[in-house]
């Protein structure tokens, strides 16, 4: 089969963690990056290498991997601390640590599927939000089981067969103190293979690997806060303008120097963290010597909408005019959406052929003009997992089976993308993220711009103590710019503002002020009072507030007045991701209110959703304590079952029967609400847990009204 007939795609998995490492304890204050080095770190190379033809790419974070390095140097991080205390001697404040930290994960995947977790955490729950109770309530023997679950549930299934845990996984509970050392020092053989791992494959050509800037940075923001207009004229910036393109190119060359250090060779390709590009910053990586970098196919729209050019094809390389020598590419945002956000829920051989039947179409639709095109699929590589069954281990082997086995598709690595043929030209670039095509999640809100200022002015003492002290120790200096770029990452403004909403927003706040306090310790001077302070608010009421006053729509599928669902409750279902950021959804907001008699819900909808073929669809509102409710998703005329009514037009109004939903009428309402087409579930609101609602008795007014 000739060269031409193949559709060559290429597929980046991005590999990240923020910088969790507290520079006072000398000790990881959150385990994301272990847990997921258990988890996802090396089953990923590993399975992606188990089928000859395929060749994926890895996209690395130098911080990242300088976190796994510590790991095996011996630092540690809390949890690892807390799973290592003896259970017997466990104080009450750590066994409420415990309780409070050690279940985190998707319960439908990481606690349903083992009896022994699912039981201790339906334990934990029955306390209800009193830990005094709780931990009244195990046994030495059940502490160390959950010591033990939270570790074990973290370990990728390829791992579970290895002699040294296996064991652990048959027996399930009573587990030993020995056990645990066994576990944990099991775990840091692990990491330690992670490395290596990508170095040998690398060395092989088996894998691609690229690198995003060091510490994640959003390189545009860095080179002039002031490219957040481009794609957003009327944001508000910080009052301190951010225009400093040297430490951009701080993050890009000492990237490039630390992958030189560990392959031996130049880096060739660059996934800038979120995808974030500029005309500015797309210079800097070439100036490097950097031959490719990605981002996402909305920014290509609006680069070419923005020199009134015509809107192209993603499915090939380009290189912009400023930047001559850097190939360009652009995600496949639908394809790569579907990993990340679809297809968890899925039975894995569908899913796949889902997929497969994609790019077949795409194929079919290039015909003859297949030779300089490549489909470019580029996602999260750890974090969608823990939504899948078996941590994605079943999708992932069906995946890369039917990549290989398919011979309309050829995989290659992005660095060998950049010879498949000449680039298409393009005049301009708009600046952007793959969110959004706009720089909206790190910028623009007021904790957003709290933080740039604060970095700003830490940034300018730092400069100020250099030219007063041009003898200061180098070391000294160099510690101090250290806490900058660690600063500079993007993590700690994903999580200000109301766009992501989580159980760690404190300890993002607490460690991003604690890098700029320290830069000031290191000098010699003393931290400004505000730093003391914290950026983030408690903002639960940000994703969801609950109903007001008793209210009864009209139920007709549109909003028939303004004030027709004012002082219902609302949850935001775009805001209500976390660690992944799904750009758009079927399902927008949620609103629910209540009268004497009936409970009311409101689904509004996104662009995603096209009312006019709405076929196969239907909505599932499930209840904790009561019969869930299906919806046909039907345009037209009020629908009345069995204890509900509803009508789709606009919007989607439910009005169901008090008592239908809890046996008084009155009491707390659970419910969520799932989204199907066919047989397919694609969304779930909340996607943990349920919206919870207390219902006063009948004719009362709501009791918590002030």
């Keep these: 089969m000739s060269e031409k007939t193949y559709l060559k795609v290429a597929i980046l998995w991005h590999m990240h963690q923020p910088f969790y490492f507290d520079p006072r304890k000398k000790q990881f204050l959150l385990p994301w990056a272990r847990l997921h080095g258990l988890k996802d770190y090396l089953d990923m190379p590993l399975a992606a290498t188990q089928y000859p033809g395929v060749k994926v790419t890895f996209n690395l974070v130098p911080s990242l991997l300088d976190q796994i390095d510590m790991y095996c140097q011996g630092y540690r991080d809390r949890h690892q601390e807390l799973s290592g205390i003896p259970a017997l001697e466990l104080r009450p404040d750590e066994k409420k640590e415990i309780l409070s930290t050690f279940f985190a994960g998707h319960p439908a995947t990481m606690i349903e599927p083992y009896p022994r977790f699912r039981q201790l955490f339906r334990k934990k729950e029955s306390s209800g939000n009193n830990l005094d109770l709780a931990i009244e309530l195990f046994s030495t023997s059940e502490w160390r089981d959950i010591q033990m679950w939270s570790n074990l549930v973290w370990m990728d299934p390829r791992f579970r067969k290895e002699k040294e845990i296996a064991g652990f996984y048959d027996r399930g509970r009573d587990f030993t103190e020995e056990d645990k050392r066994i576990l944990l020092s099991h775990q840091i053989e692990i990491l330690k293979r992670i490395i290596p791992t990508y170095q040998q494959l690398y060395r092989e050509g088996k894998i691609d690997v690229s690198f995003t800037p060091y510490y994640h940075p959003i390189l545009p923001l860095l080179a002039d806060t002031d490219s957040a207009k481009e794609a957003l004229p009327n944001i508000q910036l910080p009052a301190e303008r951010f225009r400093h393109p040297e430490d951009a190119r701080w993050q890009i060359h000492n990237a490039a120097e630390k992958f030189r250090d560990l392959f031996g060779s130049e880096l060739k390709g660059m996934w800038p963290s979120e995808g974030s590009v500029s005309e500015e910053v797309l210079g800097i990586i070439r100036d490097e010597g950097i031959t ?7 920014v290509l729209y609006n680069s070419q909408l923005k020199t009134g050019g015509r809107r192209g094809s993603p499915h090939t390389a380009y290189e912009f005019s400023g930047a001559p020598g850097l190939k360009i590419f652009f995600r496949d945002k639908g394809l790569s959406d579907k990993i ?101 999640i790190w910028i623009g809100h007021n904790e957003d711009n709290a933080a740039w200022n604060l970095l700003a002015k830490a940034r300018e003492a730092l400069v100020n103590f250099q030219k007063s002290h041009p003898d200061a120790d180098p070391d000294t200096i160099a510690r101090a710019w250290r ?162 009514k509803y009508i789709l037009d ?44 207390d219902l006063p008795e009948r004719d009362r007014e709501i009791f918590w009204q002030v």
């Design 483 to 644: 806490q900058i770029y660690i600063a500079e990452g993007s993590d700690w403004c994903w999580w200000y503002g109301d766009e992501h909403i989580g159980v760690n927003n404190a300890q993002f706040d607490e460690l991003f002020r604690l890098h700029l306090k320290v830069l000031y310790e290191i000098l010699g001077l003393a931290p400004p009072e505000i730093l003391m302070r914290p950026i983030h608010r408690t903002k639960a009421e940000a994703i969801l507030s609950f109903p007001e006053a008793l209210l009864t729509p009209h139920l007709d599928g549109i909003l028939t007045h303004y004030y027709e669902w004012s002082g219902a409750g609302h949850y935001d279902c775009l805001k209500g991701g976390g660690a992944m950021h799904r750009v758009d959804s079927v399902i927008s907001d949620i609103f629910f209110a209540f009268d004497s008699e009936h409970f009311h819900i409101r689904l509004d909808f996104g662009t995603k959703l096209n009312l006019v073929d709405i076929k196969d669809s239907r909505v599932i509102i499930e209840f904790k304590s009561a019969d869930r409710m299906e919806l046909l998703l039907e345009r037209g005329e009020l629908i009345e079952k069995e204890g509900f």
């Design 340 to 440: 990340g956000f679809v297809y968890s829920t899925w039975e894995a051989g569908r899913a796949v052929g889902d997929f497969m039947q994609a790019l077949h179409n795409i194929a079919d639709f290039l015909k003859d003009n297949l030779k300089d095109k490549v489909v470019t699929v580029i996602l999260d590589g750890e974090n969608a997992w823990e939504y899948y069954p078996d941590d994605g281990s079943q999708f992932l082997d069906k995946f890369y089976q039917a990549l290989a086995t398919d011979e309309r598709i050829k995989t290659v690595g992005l660095s060998e993308a950049t010879q498949i043929g000449p680039a298409a030209p393009l005049k301009s670039i708009m600046a952007g993220s793959w969110i959004n095509h706009n720089f909206r």
């Design 292 to 298: 490719w970098a990605a981002t996402d196919e909305e």
């Design 650 to 693: 606009r919007i989607l109004e439910v009005s169901l029967e008090r008592t239908a939903i809890i046996p008084k009428g009155f009491g707390t309402v659970e419910f969520a609400i799932h989204y199907y087409q066919g047989a397919q579930l694609l969304e779930k609101w909340p996607v943990e847990d349920y919206i919870a609602v």
